[in-house]
């Protein structure tokens, strides 16, 4: 192959928001497969809140990206050269890779797709690389919502959350969601089935929550922390449970953050907070995938991708997750399969 | 009965330290059981932070106080006059009460304190009523210590951390303790077997338990939120645990408390921080009493218990609790039994 690879590296950390100078878009030479290795072109790259904890040099759960390193990112693609059996020239793998238009797996790090059946690749991979299993073990092993109860979810409109409300009337709660536009607000009322939507970028949340939870809140799935998760630790039952799945209002801030203000209600309600990571359920994929896919095929469970094409995109597509901008699960498209 | 009754009322709901105008002692008449109901004359009474909590118009665990009501506390008394067939004359009750010579009681308010064999009735009020239950299941049953896990206490020379620490030391585990002077400092550490005591007024906490702590935190046991759990958050291991037992630090604040700062390290290090209450586990009270019963027998807990005489020391002496001036388990004693 005479052809040249093009990567994002990380050369600067941010310092609040991302800014043009954190990653550089270079050419450079395709790699080669050792033994036990295989080339893969890219063809979607999934951009996730995490991508930016990924770039900070904080305690986090996996090591931060080195500086000057190609970017990590979540990734499909498809196989071009291979030295290991199991990965034949063709094969579809997904995993954790690189921001770059070829580049190297192992078994460690990307696996087989597999056939995703009806479901075209680009959905399987939006929706079952990672956000689907979050929202799937987030909300039902750590949140444990019984039939009835009251789950509140932020970012409801975004990836994860949209697909949380919807398991959780699934699973016959009263579901109320935050969005921070009337559009999103409309989508997940009108067309997911939440209960209630709430604007809280122009709604009063705490009193607009306490209308909407008049029994209080059994399960609040957070994805933002900040006031959001402070107006709902006041409106927790008792032995409530609140997943922490992420804290996106934070992950831009320059100065340290103070926790929720609230945190006393933890021990006089007696609440489980409890952080996770969909890595934490990697062997049990299948059972998430299993469920998904079928409640997506009855209809129970509606997805919306928002797919920006051009590698050379990635950067600035990935900001829009800090203000709010995007609409359901961002995907850049190198090539379709 | 012509003799009066002293009782103290709630007249003012504190804001910031306890004042003395927050609480009166007032001469009232002796009160009348009714049917099903008993009078008791009071032995002993705890004093505990949730006092403070009570006497405070904010979400908690059993209704606040009311103001002019007369002040709850958990008491140890003794049956003088009964209309309920449990609860003969001369039988010794322990549960929530009132501060007060001379009050009812109810089988839903107090309970037989039973035999306590060779115990005598006020170290088992003093262990067993509130502290080592506490301590029993809030370290067992949601620390889930491990055979050599890191187990850090904070107000770790006081009635719960002793024993908390304690009962680390017998399941295996590397104990650190936080104590406010060298001299409680020395007896966890001397006397009780902590690994190591940490001053916190003179040490460097985050420094000093980074030290303490080489293969990092595995269970917090949470007595007092603030800069405190602040400084272990940043040491938790991977699935570590936080029982949160109070937050004694901010029960005085005259502001709204700011969380952890490094609240971010939930969802890092997928920890599960879980408020609990001793009330929680009151069915299984007997699982606790019989193994502090034999560790005590058997040498393994030792626990202090800073006994103060004359129900009229009560509100001085409650103050004491929040600037950590008590040694151990604080009790008021009116009448040895």
Known sequence: MSEMNRIWRLRKRPVGDITDDVLSF??????????????????????????????????????????????????????????????????????????????????????SMGDTGPIPVVDAFSTFAVVGPTAYFGLLHIGEPKEGDTVVVSAAAGAVGSIVGQIAKIKGCRVVGLAGTNEKCGWIKDDLGFDVAINYRTEDVPKALAAACPHGIDVYFDNVGGKILDACLNLMNFKGRIPTCGLISQYTATEPVPGPFNYEMIVMQRLRVQGFIVLDFAERYPEAIAALSQWMAEGKITVRTEIVDHLENALQTLKKLFTGANTGKLIIRVKDV
């Open 26 to 111: 270079e050419e450079e030479s395709i790699p080669e497969p050792s033994d036990g290795e295989f080339l893969f072109r890219l063809n979607y790259l999934s951009l996730d809140p995490t991508n930016l904890i990924w770039m900070r040099d904080i305690d986090q759960y996996m090591p931060p990206v080195e500086l000057n390193a190609p970017m990590r990112g979540v990734v499909c693609g498809t196989v071009l050269k291979s030295h290991h059996p199991d990965y034949p020239e063709g094969a579809i793998v997904g995993g954790i890779g690189v921001w770059a238009d070829y580049q190297i797996g192992t078994p460690q790090s990307v696996n």
